[in-house]
């Protein structure tokens, strides 16, 4: 809102309020999955920027999350193709952030439902907007994109990109439409690689780096934590302050800004379990951790250790705010167990 305020500087100021609202008003967004880890947070964040009306939390849940009741609440199976055309149409929907999907753990279980849900939904979505239906499109791709055979420090952008888990092969077939859609369609599609994301409101749902958030409660009550990585399993992680920033922030910028239209690589912190118990230990000296690795260790060990963002940084400004040591004063001030 600010930008739009300062950028129609021939305008007086009234003219330049009115047109901040005229904006909100045209600004209707859908948030698909916001019953989940970055859903809560990122439809708090948009109705914080645009008001409780602008966003409509949606999940496959009937119940409205708690923490979502001031502003509206729609309950959708993105499986359910023609009831998401319809609500899209019907609401005049503008902007999608498509979040609902299987995570790394747990699409392993599944592979066939897995590949269904991420790839299905997100064709229902692109061909919306390839219909003129949407104005912007959110969606979230993942550093399991990469494989065993990707350079494991400071990956960049563009490199070798062989996954071996089915959802970094969805997620990788996944960029490879987005991008399709957006040359051969003009659909503006905006994507992230999320690192594994750590945060304390709303509980992850079966990806790998779970254990990272699971540590903080486990830490507090009963002081002892069972890991499923070993010890010295180097993994690219984020805050969710930090993702949520990043991701109305690549949404908001001006569309010749966005040159990349797969998804870009984004780094905030990173470090291995036993790293990650150190900096707890400062906290709580009396914490305990043990390492029962499980299958998570095998994706786990097909992934990056850290990521190279200099696209990211270089396109829409994007940096950091947390590094590891001000993450876990963060999640040990807020976690309550
Ligand atoms: P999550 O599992 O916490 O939340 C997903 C939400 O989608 C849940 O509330 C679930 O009920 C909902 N959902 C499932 N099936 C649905 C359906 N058929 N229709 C509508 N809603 C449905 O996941 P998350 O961690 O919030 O991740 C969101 C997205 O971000 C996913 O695409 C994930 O791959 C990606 N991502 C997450 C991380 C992370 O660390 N959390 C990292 C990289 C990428
Ligand atoms: N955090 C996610 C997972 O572990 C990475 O995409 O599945």
């Not at 071996?164 to 990788?172: E, H, L, N, P």
């Not at 305990?288 to 990056?304: G, H, L, M, T």
Request: hydrophobic share 35%; glycine share 6%; with cysteine.
């Amino acid at each position: 809102m600010l930008k739009i305020y300062l950028r129609y500087t021939h305008l007086d100021k009234k003219e330049r309020l009115n047109l901040c609202q005229i904006y909100i008003h045209m600004k209707k967004v859908l948030v698909i999955g916001a019953g989940g880890q970055i859903g809560t947070e990122l439809v708090l964040e948009l109705r914080k920027r645009f008001g409780n009306q602008s966003t409509i939390a949606s999940d496959i849940k009937d119940e409205c999350p708690k923490l979502l009741t001031e502003g509206p609440f729609v309950q959708l199976d993105i499986m359910d193709k023609e009831g998401v055309r319809k609500f899209i149409i019907d609401q005049n929907v503008t902007e999608v952030y498509l979040l609902a999907a299987l995570l790394s753990a747990t699409a392993e279980k599944n592979p066939d439902f897995a590949w269904k849900l991420n790839m299905e939904g997100l064709f229902t979505i692109l061909d919306l907007a390839k219909e003129g239906y949407l104005k912007k499109i959110f969606w979230p791709s993942s550093i399991a994109v990469f494989g065993p055979t990707t350079p494991r420090e400071r990956t960049p952008q563009y490199t070798i990109m062989e996954p071996t888990t089915v959802y970094g092969i969805s997620k990788q077939a996944g960029e490879r439409w987005c991008e399709y859609y957006a040359n051969k369609h003009g659909v503006d599609i905006r994507s992230i690689r999320y690192p594994g994301l750590i945060s304390y409101t709303s509980a992850p749902g079966g990806g790998t780096t779970d254990y990272a958030v699971d540590i903080f409660y486990k830490a507090k009550n009963p002081g002892h934590f069972e890991c499923f990585l070993k010890e010295d399993t180097r993994l690219p992680m984020m805050y969710m302050d930090d993702a949520i920033r990043a991701t109305v922030d690549l949404m908001e910028a001006p569309a010749e800004n966005i040159k990349i239209r797969s998804s870009y690589n984004l780094s905030g912190c990173d470090f291995t379990p036993a790293e990650l118990a150190s900096e707890i230990k400062k906290h709580i000296p009396t914490f305990s951790i043990v390492y029962k690795p499980d299958f998570r260790q095998a994706i786990a060990d097909s992934w990056p250790d850290s990521i190279d963002d200099s696209h990211a940084q270089q396109d829409w400004g994007w940096k950091t705010n947390f590094d590891t040591e001000k993450m876990v004063s963060e999640m040990l001030e807020n976690v309550v167990a």
